[in-house]
């Protein structure tokens, strides 16, 4: 009798049968391969996710058969609710500027602190995406917000830092006011090689603790946990235990709320960060829940 084979759709990533977790019975190093091709999948999508913005930003509009082609910039409109692809000269003429940055220049004070718009300053057209319009999982409010992040840094990234498993410096901003104090480099960003996943965090002293422990943790399984099992299809229970949420601009550390899970799993890397404890157990008392009680 002939058996079909059939693709298995949790081994898609595998690129050899060090990654084939299927037979093992040790929990341990079944997770480990897990979280392996977790970080491989996540690593293509990004790339998926930053060739469409290049692709959306450098496609053309053909307005009729006697005008120009222009580039076409995406943008969101608040009056249609949803993304809309505009010629760059009407960009110009709405927002000022043909490519509308992702951190927009009054976003910034004089002292770095950051504010958002009034009523007074509205804005019709906007990009990046509301944070929370067209996802509205909490698990991927972490991934938008490392891509946004990730957009902001371009500037200080040459193009092979951008593949994956590439090793890299971030020089001095040539430019400070187009970085967010909060992603600035710090002196070990710019002295040690490191992947960019480490730069997208919007603290310091997180960074710089998760460059100082490089080796001595599994940086998939940290990578992981901070999605909260996104891409493990973990039980609802489990995901409420681990990850990180992102809650206002990924560049403000005030939005970002780490889970008790990963407080105690990672809170090492957490060394100093009393902000980021302040931040978390606000936005847990926006819900009524207890302060968390922690050591920093």
């Known amino acids: 009798m002939a058996v079909q084979l059939v693709a298995m759709p949790q081994l898609t990533e595998a690129l050899n049968d060090q990654d084939d977790w299927t037979g093992l019975t040790d929990a341990a190093s079944r997770r480990k391969r897990q979280n392996r091709l977790n ?58 500027t043909t490519h509308s940055p992702l951190l927009p220049s009054s976003s910034l004070s004089a002292d770095g602190k950051i504010f958002r718009p009034t009523d007074q300053t ?55 006011d187009q970085i967010p104090p909060t992603l600035w480099p710090t002196k070990l960003q710019q002295t040690m090689p490191h992947e960019d996943w ?46 990180v949420i992102v809650w206002s601009p990924p560049w403000d550390i005030r939005g970002w709320e780490v889970t008790e899970g990963f407080w105690k799993k990672w809170g090492s890397l957490m060394k100093g960060c009393d902000d980021v404890l302040e931040a978390t157990n606000y936005w847990r008392r926006q819900r009524g829940e207890e302060p968390l009680v922690v050591e920093i």
């Open 198 to 243: 480490v730069d997208i965090v919007p603290h310091p002293r997180w960074r710089d603790n998760v460059l100082l422990a490089l080796g001595t943790f599994d940086e998939d399984e940290l990578w992981s946990d901070t999605m909260g099992g996104l891409f493990e299809g973990y039980p609802q229970s489990e995901i409420e235990c681990r990850g």
């Open 122 to 176: 509205p804005h019709k057209i906007i990009f990046p995406l509301c944070p929370d319009h067209l996802i509205t999982l909490l698990q991927y409010n972490v991934l938008r917000a490392t891509i946004i992040n990730i957009k902001i840094l371009e500037p200080l990234l040459t193009v092979t830092s951008c593949s994956a498993d590439t090793l890299n410096v971030l020089p001095e901003p040539s430019l400070p």
């Open 39 to 96: 970080v491989r999948a996540y690593r293509r999508r990004r790339k998926a996710l930053e060739a469409g913005f290049k692709k959306g930003a450098f496609s053309m509009v053909r307005h009729s058969p006697m005008q120009i082609e222009e580039p076409a910039v995406p943008c969101w409109d608040d009056e249609l609710q949803t993304v809309i692809n505009l010629p760059a000269s009407k960009v110009d003429a709405t927002i000022g």
